[in-house]
């Protein structure tokens, strides 16, 4: 069964790369989701005063992963107690989250964004909230690490392995 969802974790590029080797991941696409503005292109989402997230979203085949397994790949390419930044780069747009379509996804991420706290000192900010709104980005930006092999990425390539 297809399903979908959307992670923010800091830049999309190398977020889209991991989740295109995850097994059961059958399309990914990064966009800009929850600000306030509409159709934002990528410089007024990268000023910080959109209110926008860089975010993947990735269609999954639910027969072959689950959402919580999701989770945790996702958790391994962020650090969750860091608020508004990933690797090097930092503001409102690279902040953590989960966002979802489906309502009874929230009880789900809810779980797990608890079960990960119990591995950590500091606290955890990776928001759940609903889709509000996704836009995507311009088609540059799309499998851009494929298109660009030594563009920057904040994953290293031990990151890509653990897919």
């Given amino acids: 069964m ?5 992670f923010a974790g800091g830049c999309f590029w190398g977020v889209q790369k991991f989740f295109d080797l995850v097994k059961g991941v059958l399309h990914t696409e990064v966009g800009f989701a929850n600000g306030n503005t509409q159709n934002p292109t990528y410089e007024e989402v990268y000023t910080g005063t959109t209110g926008h997230a860089e975010v993947v979203y990735v269609q999954y085949d639910a027969d072959v ?7 945790k790949k996702f958790y391994i390419i962020i650090d969750p107690t860091t608020l508004n930044a990933q690797g090097g780069d930092a503001g409102t747009h690279y902040r953590s989250g989960v966002f979802f379509v489906d309502p009874s996804e929230e009880g789900i991420i809810a779980a797990s964004l608890k079960e990960l706290a119990g591995k950590y000192s500091q606290p955890i900010v990776v928001e759940n909230t609903p889709l509000t709104c996704y836009y995507k980005a311009e088609e540059y930006h799309q499998e851009y690490l494929e298109k660009n092999a030594d563009g920057y990425c904040h994953l290293g390539d031990d990151y890509f392995n653990k897919a």
């Fill in 2 to 6: 297809k399903k979908g969802i959307y």
């Fill in 65 to 71: 992963i689950s959402l919580e397994d999701l989770l």
